[in-house]
């Protein structure tokens, strides 16, 4: 599917509880993303935030991954196929480099704030 022809509702991004706390691991999914890049830069975001919050000082890159694996939470692009950014592509590089703060800010380009800025205004 192409960038330039978004689904109905734009692009979703699906998150996934990877400690099985969630039916069928879905925690939620996330719709209203204009493009596919979108979509994927939260995705990736995202799933950088989760591991980020799995890592402790002193934790080998095993353990980080080990503790992603068993608390953290994966996302995807839904219906993207092979357009979509995929966790595994990155998990490596992740878990091995501690993440900047804009490498976890998903929630600027979540595309629910839009709009919430207006009402906060109004408020």
Not at 56 to 71: C, I, N, Q, R
Not at 93 to 101: E, H, N, R
Request: aromatic share 8%.
């Amino acid at each position: 599917m192409s960038d330039l022809f978004a689904p109905d509702g734009g692009w979703r991004v699906r998150i996934l509880d990877l400690s099985g706390g969630a039916e069928e691991g879905i925690v939620e999914e996330i719709a209203g993303f204009p493009t596919l890049m979108h979509a994927n830069a939260f995705a990736r975001r995202y799933v950088r935030d989760s591991v980020e919050l799995c890592r402790a000082p002193g934790m080998s890159t095993k353990d980080v991954l080990e503790a992603w694996f068993a608390f953290g939470e994966d996302a995807l692009v839904v219906d993207a196929e092979q357009g979509g950014w995929r966790s595994a592509n990155e998990l490596g590089d992740f878990v091995d480099t501690l993440a900047g703060i804009e490498e976890r800010d998903w929630r600027a380009i979540d595309p629910r704030r839009d709009g919430q800025d207006d009402d906060e205004a109004d408020e």
